[in-house]
């Protein structure tokens, strides 16, 4: 049925159908349950009706690969790729190409008209769109969603998140009819053990058959071991886990740790344990050979011998080429145990039979904190191969820092909501105003998810609001027993405050005459008659002998106090629910100071910024216009924009290598445009990053002037290597964007290009 040489699953039914029907469709299940089939169907009904179908994904490591797997299924010459710094084949049937690519071809950046970008596009599928929680990138689905054409199908894969139902309503409100196919079914079910210290021989069921606690599990006791300089130490029991696995046949496994330097610690205590035979280490052997053959600059990696034995360390510091090489081998089921960082759980295809999670806390820029339900189901359901494995396991390591309750309430519980990230760019204020006016802008805006879910989003605001009314309500019930309102008691105040400042002039004035032996002049006198009045006055109030006039005061005091916080939250829910327009509002006046904008429409300078992709658009706008980078060698120009394109690293980390001359001089420049720009962002209340990070850039000069890879990295020992490739990565996207946005000087460009051939080199231009 529909195409396959297997049976579907009924939710994949039921989504092929939707696909059939020409519909909309959202599909919510766990990871590994085969999400995949359902963009299979659209492709394989986009090649029948001789129509064409994009295929995105959040991360330039999936498209190549889902362009790999297409390419061998349905024949190269009908698949292309576009990514950042890829475009192959961009008119074929099935293009993959990564989220950020599509949003930009929507607003027709640098790729040509929509008419001609989607011309035959039938279908578009937003494979992880649960991305959309990303706090940096979340922002592209949105966008995407918002300005796909309505006749375009919209195929949106989603891991399990709690508020599908939401997301499906609101693509219905902004796209078009839209169908959610939901399921929390497991074509391969999970079984959870726990790792006990106290018993290392075994693995324990973390659950019992009812649904709660093993009684059989203890919590880690509190050990203190001193190692070298008086540094505690933990105990580590990585090798009592994977050789449990091992004797249990629950191989092979990704072994999940939140630090590269643990990874690669791990990795080195459990090579002794050797998990492969003779003819795999063979075998292995022999892959080694051929892709280093291919790649010869991995010849001295000092990880070679560890794939030998069947274990291997998958995380960003290390070379995209040899992160490579270990998915090649665990795909192939040659290494048993791979000890990777949780951005392996982000969709790469390496099946396994158990994963283990190492901790259910890790640490982050804000200190430690627990695992989300839904990271941990993103890890955890990398575990069972469908079609190879039964069951899947998941095995979790007992800490001292986590009861071994909250491990079972963590498993138990439900996935987290989507949550919008959306906010306004310089980057969209001006491709939004290029193509519509400032109202329709609006409307473009305030069809976000975040302003669909407003309410939900809003539902700590309404709640303070609802309960400061009470409050309100409460302390405006106050029965006074002489009848006495608010009002009264202000009156009565009013008349006592007069008295009593009076009374105080009408004493001191009696007393200086006194003293001087003169008699009360016929003023004075008459003073003191009116301040008798104003005494009667407040005698005949109530309030002056109630007993309770100090409570009354202080009901009316808190009444004043819940009156003026009704008043902040009114203003703060208001702000709240325009805060993507007034984001928006906020871009643009910043934008209209430095002349980007004129009447709501893009000057030449504006367009130029329209087309830049960085973390602050206007920033790297003003540096190219500038000139300050118009006299710098290749190599000095590689290094100015490596300080700008370098997020902040922790304090504690500086480069010792010194800056060359032009390279500190241009970079001072650099800080005075940064200086201007953040008083005016500031004076806006807007917030958009702009580094100054020099930790690389003497490296990558001495990269673009022809130094080898071994003494780059020599130079270095708090950065992988592969931190040292992504860096300057990105250093060659911003190159390549002033080789193709308008009224870049041409001197720039040309300079441009040839940085990017001097930095393009193994390892550098591997992916």
């Known amino acids: 049925m529909f195409g396959f040489p297997f049976e579907l699953d009924e939710f994949q039914k039921d989504a092929c159908k939707c696909i059939e029907n020409k519909q909309s469709v959202v599909v919510c299940a766990p990871t590994g349950a085969g999400k995949t089939v359902i963009a299979e169907y659209a492709i394989q009904c986009a090649l029948k009706n001789d129509e064409r179908i994009f295929y995105t994904t959040p991360l330039k490591a999936l498209s190549n690969q889902k362009f790999s797997d297409f390419s061998q299924k349905y024949g190269a010459d009908k698949v ?33 008209s929509i008419s001609d970008n989607m011309q035959k596009v039938r279908y578009v599928v937003l494979d992880e769109v649960h991305y959309m929680n990303d706090e940096q990138r979340g922002t592209v689905w949105e966008e995407s969603i918002i300005y796909c054409p309505t006749d375009v199908r919209i195929i949106a894969l989603s891991a399990t998140v709690a508020n599908a139902d939401k997301l499906t309503d609101w693509i219905n409100t902004v796209h078009s009819k839209t169908n959610l196919i939901n399921t929390d079914f497991r074509p391969v079910p999970l079984r959870y053990y726990y790792f006990d210290s106290s018993q290392p021989d075994t693995l324990l069921p973390l659950l019992s058959p009812g649904g709660i606690l093993n009684k059989k599990i203890r919590p880690e006791k509190r050990e203190r071991r001193y190692g070298q300089r008086g540094k505690l130490q933990q105990k580590n029991h990585v090798k009592d886990v994977v050789r449990n696995l091992y004797e249990k046949d629950m191989l092979p496994a990704i072994y999940f740790t939140f630090s590269r330097k643990k990874c690669d610690e791990q990795m080195e205590k459990c090579a002794s344990l050797c998990l492969v035979t003779k003819e795999e280490q063979d075998e292995i052997r022999r892959i080694i050979d051929e892709y280093i053959a291919e790649n010869p600059y991995l010849y001295k990696n000092k990880h070679i011998e560890f794939l030998l034995q069947g274990v291997a360390s998958h995380h960003a510091g290390l070379l995209p080429g040899w992160k490579v090489l270990v998915e090649k081998l665990f795909q192939r089921g040659l290494i048993k145990v791979v000890f990777a960082t949780e951005t392996l759980a982000a969709g790469i295809n390496m099946p396994a039979r158990s994963t283990v999670i190492s901790s259910i806390s890790k640490r982050t820029d804000d200190g430690h904190r627990t695992l989300t339900p839904s990271e941990f189901l993103q890890m955890s359901g990398r575990a069972g191969r469908r079609g190879m494995d039964e069951v899947g396991y998941v095995t979790i390591v007992g800490t001292q820092f986590q009861s071994p309750q909250d491990v079972a309430d963590l498993v138990l519980s439900d996935a987290n909501p989507l949550e919008s990230r959306f906010a306004p760019s310089y980057s969209m204020v001006l491709n939004l105003l290029q193509r519509f006016s400032l109202d329709e802008a609006k409307e473009l805006i305030l069809k976000s998810f975040g302003y669909f879910t407003s309410n939900s989003r809003l539902a700590g605001l309404t709640a303070q609001q609802d309960l400061n009314n009470e409050k309100i309500k409460e302390v405006s019930d106050f029965k ?16 006592r405050d007069i008295y009593v400042q009076n009374r105080r002039i009408s004493k001191t004035v009696r007393k200086q005459e006194k003293h001087k032996n003169r008699p009360l002049s016929p003023e004075a006198l008459a003073f003191e008659e009116i301040v008798k009045t104003q005494l009667n006055k407040m005698h005949s109030y109530n309030c002056d002998r109630c007993k309770i006039y100090k409570k009354h005061m202080k009901n009316m005091d808190l009444l004043s106090r819940y009156h003026k916080r009704a008043k902040e939250l009114e203003k703060e829910i208001d702000n709240q629910k325009d805060i993507f327009w007034n984001k928006f509002l906020s871009h643009r006046n910043v934008l209209e100071v430095y002349g980007y904008l004129t009447d709501d429409y893009p000057t030449d300078r504006g367009k130029t910024a329209s087309q830049v992709r960085s973390e602050n658009e206007l920033f790297l706008s003003e540096i190219i216009f500038s000139n300050v980078l118009g006299d710098l060698a290749p190599a000095e120009l590689a290094s100015v924009i490596c300080a700008i394109t370098t997020e902040d690293l922790r304090s504690d980390m500086y480069s010792q290598l010194p800056l060359s001359q032009k390279v500190r001089k241009t970079l001072n420049r650099i800080k005075d445009i940064r200086r201007k720009l953040e008083r005016v962002q500031n004076e806006n209340n807007v917030d958009d990053c702009m580094y100054i990070n020099s930790y ?12 080898e890879w071994d003494n780059i990295i020599n130079q270095t020992t708090d950065i992988g290597e592969g931190d040292v490739v992504r860096c ?28 990017i051939d001097r930095i393009l080199r193994e390892p550098i231009d591997v992916d």
């Open 80 to 112: 292309g790729l576009l990514t950042g710094d890829t475009s192959f084949n961009r008119n074929a049937q099935i293009v993959v190409m990564t989220t950020e690519v599509f949003r930009n071809m929507l607003y027709c950046t640098n790729f040509g």
């Open 696 to 707: 690389f850039c003497a490296l990558i000069e001495m990269w673009a002037n022809g130094e």
């Open 728 to 755: 300057f990565k990105r250093v060659v996207d911003v190159l390549r964007q002033f080789t193709t946005i308008d009224n870049v000087p041409d001197s720039l460009v040309f300079t441009a290009r040839e940085a």
């Open 480 to 495: 006074c027993w002489c009848q006495m309102t608010n009002e009264d008691l202000t009156e009565y105040n009013k008349i």
